[in-house]
């Protein structure tokens, strides 16, 4: 028997509903699920770091002392549990099925696009593929926000696509990051947006293990920088686009009775979606259950969008960016794809719907 997935909850405690609880006009309750210490907060830091699972945080609470001592819960992330789709319902408050990014790697027209890199086979695809018209919605409910994030960052595609028309503070070393918060919040700002990728990097270059720790115990010593800055009647709410899960070198390619009947691949490795040979769908999905229903939930991209994974509304357009058939492990495995591959092996992965990856902290403190 399967465990069965951790799924999104979209209407309830999930990433996609933070910002529309924060920018809400003023007399609106907050959602049940909100800590109670950004209530009538005058100003709001959301912080985001970036791969920073429930779990993994729960598992070392002693290297994360100001982590570990904020109020808050664990909530849902998105489907799949991706940097891409989770920034961009973070920022727009939609779920995937809703604003089209639908993960690391997904299909415009018959093209694969890498989210990320904003790339195809062909290279730079910024013209081609514009990011406006493929992420259509405005981020932070069309309002101007800061955003302090790394300055390499701005000017990308992917930055195009899920936070234009916000205003960028890059920051150059980490350290910078909780100076330029202290600033903003001193010019009234009464929102500001933070994002810090450290842990995601260490975790999948580097695995869990000692200089996973350190990078903890140093994003949690960046969160008490943030927290010193705060003025009085300030609230820092901190949360994650994603889990972890090591997978080390258990790669799996899809067995050849599957890529007989596969076009290509998208998605990731722990969240691969197959595009059918023409006519070759039914043969497929049976083809990959038969051969990877073991260790990974197998289902066909109507079973998903009937099921909910991507929100309650998931229009053609976006459907169609979806491949045929989704693998999406339950074991601590990958499924390799040839053409998803970078100059190393990824040690941690996530995409999947585990609760290690699912789960992410909504953590808040005040001064």
């Given at each position: 028997?399967?465990?069965?997935?951790?799924?999104?909850?979209?209407?309830?405690?999930?990433?996609?509903?933070?910002?529309?609880a924060l920018l809400a006009p003023r007399g609106v309750s907050a959602p049940s699920w909100m800590p109670a210490e950004v209530n009538g907060a005058r100003q709001v830091v959301l912080l985001v770091l970036d791969g920073l699972g429930w779990e993994q945080l729960r598992d070392r609470e002693a290297l994360a002392p100001t982590l570990a001592s904020m109020k808050g819960r664990a909530i849902t992330t998105v489907a799949p549990s991706t940097t891409a789709t989770a920034l961009t319902?973070?920022?727009?408050?939609?779920?995937?099925?809703?604003?089209?990014?639908?993960?690391?790697?997904?299909?415009?027209?018959?093209?694969?696009?890498?989210?990320?890199?904003?790339?195809?086979?062909?290279?730079?695809s910024r013209r081609q593929i514009e990011p406006r018209t493929t992420q259509p919605f405005t981020p932070f409910l069309g309002e101007s926000?800061?955003?302090?994030?790394?300055?390499?960052?701005?000017?990308?595609?992917?930055?195009?696509?899920?936070?234009?028309?916000?205003?960028?503070?890059?920051?150059?070393?980490?350290?910078?990051?909780?100076?330029?918060?202290?600033?903003?919040?001193?010019?009234?700002?009464?929102?500001?947006?933070?994002?810090?990728?450290?842990?995601?990097?260490?975790?999948?270059?580097r695995g869990f293990g000692s200089y996973y720790d350190a990078e903890l115990r140093a994003a949690d010593a960046l969160v008490a920088q943030v927290l010193e800055v705060l003025p009085p009647g300030a609230a820092l709410l901190?949360?994650?686009?994603?889990?972890?899960?090591?997978?080390?070198?258990?790669?799996?390619p899809p067995h050849a009775d599957v890529m007989a009947h596969v076009r290509h691949q998208?998605?990731?490795?722990?969240?691969?979606?197959?595009?059918?040979?023409?006519?070759?769908?039914?043969?497929?999905?049976?083809?990959?259950?038969?051969?990877?229903?073991?260790?990974?939930?197998?289902?066909?991209?109507?079973e998903l969008i009937e099921a909910g994974w991507f929100g309650a509304v998931v229009s053609p357009p976006v459907a169609a960016r979806y491949g045929d058939v989704a693998l999406v492990p339950h074991a601590p495995i990958t499924f390799h794809d040839p053409a998803d591959s970078g100059p190393f092996q990824l040690i941690c992965r996530h995409g999947s719907l585990?609760?290690?990856e699912m789960l992410v902290p909504l953590l808040a403190a005040t001064r």
């Open positions: 028997m399967s465990p069965s997935p951790v799924l999104p909850d979209y209407a309830g405690a999930n990433v996609r509903g933070i910002v529309p319902s973070i920022a727009t408050g939609l779920t995937p099925g809703e604003h089209g990014v639908v993960g690391y790697r997904m299909d415009i027209a018959g093209e694969v696009l890498n989210v990320l890199r904003w790339s195809t086979g062909a290279g730079d926000v800061p955003v302090v994030s790394k300055a390499e960052l701005e000017g990308s595609a992917f930055t195009e696509a899920h936070l234009r028309g916000s205003r960028p503070c890059g920051w150059r070393a980490p350290s910078s990051l909780a100076v330029t918060v202290g600033e903003l919040l001193a010019a009234g700002e009464h929102f500001v947006y933070a994002y810090y990728d450290g842990i995601d990097k260490i975790a999948h270059e901190v949360t994650a686009d994603h889990g972890q899960v090591e997978t080390g070198d258990r790669v799996v998208t998605g990731e490795g722990r969240f691969r979606w197959l595009h059918a040979r023409p006519g070759a769908a039914n043969d497929l999905l049976a083809a990959a259950r038969e051969r990877h229903g073991d260790v990974a939930w197998v289902h066909s991209r109507a585990t609760s290690a």
